[in-house]
Structure formats: C-alpha cells, structure tokens
C-alpha cells in the first residue's frame, strides 16, 4: 500500500505511521522463512561478538533477545528484502529526500515471557550528525503485531522537540533501575505531554519511526517467540557525528568497520556497508 500525503502529515505529526498491507500473506511467509534461516546461520556462525551478532549486553538483554544486525551483507535473499522499494522509497518520502542509504538491519526476537523493552529513542545509539533517519518495524508473526507478543508504543510528537536523550536499556541489569530510567525519559519536558500509543499491526504491514521518536515494547506473554525485522534508513549527505555524551566519536560496527571501511567525524556516512538505496527511481544495483 503506497503513502498518501495524510500519511505522510500523519508522520511528521506524530513521528510514527502503521502502514498496512506492504506485502501479501504469503510474501511475508518467505520473509520470515528467510530471516529465521539467515538467524540460524549468524547464532551458528562465527561472529565475533560486538560486530552483527549479539554485543556486548547484559545477561538479561541476551536471555531476552536473539539480536542479529545487518544480516544483508552475508545473505543475497536479505539484501533484496532491505532494497525492495516498497521500503525504500517510503522512507524517502517519510524524510522528504530523494536519496536515501540504509544504516543497518537488525533481527530481533524476543523470547516467550520476555520483559518490557523500556523506553528509548534509537538515534542516541547512532553516531549521526543530525536524526535524519527512520526505521520499518517488520513483525513477522502470522498475527502480526499484538499487545500479547510484545506490541511498540511509541510518544507522539517526540521526535519534534530535536532532543536526543540515551538511555541505556542494554547494559543495565537491574530491573528497578531500568524502570526509573525509563520514568525519568517518559517525563522529560520536551515530550511527556505526549501520549504514549500502542500499535497493534495487521499481518502484512510495516510500522515506522523517526530516529528521535521515544518508544518501548510491551512484554512478550504470548507462548512463542516475537520475531522482528528492522531495517533503518537515513538520509544521503547525513554526515559522521554523534548525539551521545562524553564521546563525539562512538564506535558503531558500521561506521567503525575495517580501516577502508571507516567513516570520520564530519565526514558524510557513505561506504559499501551504507550503499545508497534509492535515488528518486529503480532500486540502486548491487554494490
């Protein structure tokens, strides 16, 4: 289903947009298939930790998740599901730009009795010099998304305000800290007059948000697992920066890949592990 202007209004309005039927029932069936065995592969595999598997988290962020990022570079089939312009371009049109790159992908999936993802906004984690970016948010249950499996809440009207605030919810363990961090962030005075909406999506569809848009995950009490398929997309000509504190020059796996690979502070994120994706046309090649 392509956007229409109320769509896009909706987005800006809000900093998130549920858009239904992107694919077919049996299109998102091979989609699944294709990035449960491309996980497979990645958890089997030898990657080292901190770079497209796992990280360096707390014991409780690993019990809770199967975490796998940029599984396009190792798998062709995952690649042409992070270049399928029904993406693609929607995330031009969502940022207001012709062109647009993709920053990572990321597999996600939360095991049954899974806890609350606490509130946060993604942006602070990327070492990028302005938030122009958003992410598809890809369930890929048959059900789609529910409050059971673990839907996302997101506050409308965050991504306004330009703050970016990090919240650490990856290398805390302890729960009653993590619940007053996220207290402190829900009530930060640029946003806590938002309201926090939960988003419940149909098998099919894809929800978006903006770099900056402050959200949190629902517990997952369903009897299975909550399998997720991100992939965030920012704007060509964004330049190497970083919005978190004490450092102005984070390490990311993909902007601090090998030496060839490494983007400095203020220099434009471009490299083969940011390929541009669309350019106002037919998907870009293959690098």
């Not at 906004?121 to 789609?144: F, K, N, R």
């Not at 009530?187 to 770099?211: I, K, Q």
Request: proline share 7%.
């Amino acid at each position: 289903m392509s956007l229409c202007k109320s769509d896009v209004d909706e987005f800006v309005r809000n900093g998130f947009l549920a858009q239904p039927r992107v694919y077919r029932a049996d299109e998102l069936a091979t989609v699944r298939a294709t990035i449960e065995a491309a996980v497979r592969a990645r958890v089997s595999g030898a990657a080292p930790v901190g770079d497209r598997h796992i990280g360096p988290v707390t014991r409780r962020y690993t019990e809770q998740f199967t975490q796998c990022l940029n599984l396009w570079e190792d798998h062709p089939d995952v690649e042409r599901i992070v270049r399928d312009p029904r993406l693609t371009a929607t995330a031009a049109k969502l940022l207001g730009v012709d062109c647009v790159r993709v920053f990572q992908d990321q597999a996600l999936f939360k095991a049954p009795g899974g806890a609350p993802t606490y509130a946060h906004q993604d942006a602070a984690y990327w070492p990028m010099g302005a938030a122009e970016c958003v992410t598809a948010w890809i369930p890929l249950s048959p059900t789609g998304s529910t409050r059971d499996t673990g839907a996302m809440g997101y506050v409308a009207g965050s991504h306004r305000s330009g703050r970016c605030v990090f919240a650490d919810i990856a290398h805390v363990d302890d729960q009653a800290q993590l619940e007053a961090d996220e207290a402190t962030l829900l009530a930060h005075p640029a946003w806590r007059d938002g309201a926090l909406t939960y988003v419940e999506a149909d098998v099919g569809s894809v929800v978006w948000h903006h770099g900056l848009t402050v959200h949190r995950a629902l517990p997952n009490v369903s009897p299975g697992p909550r399998e997720v398929f991100t992939v965030v997309y920012f704007a060509d000509g964004v330049v190497r920066g970083s919005v978190l504190p004490r450092a102005s020059d984070v390490p990311h796996f993909v902007t601090d890949g090998p030496a060839t690979e490494r983007v400095a502070v203020g220099q434009p994120l471009a490299s083969a592990r940011m390929p541009v994706v669309y350019n106002g046309g037919p998907p870009q090649a293959r690098l």
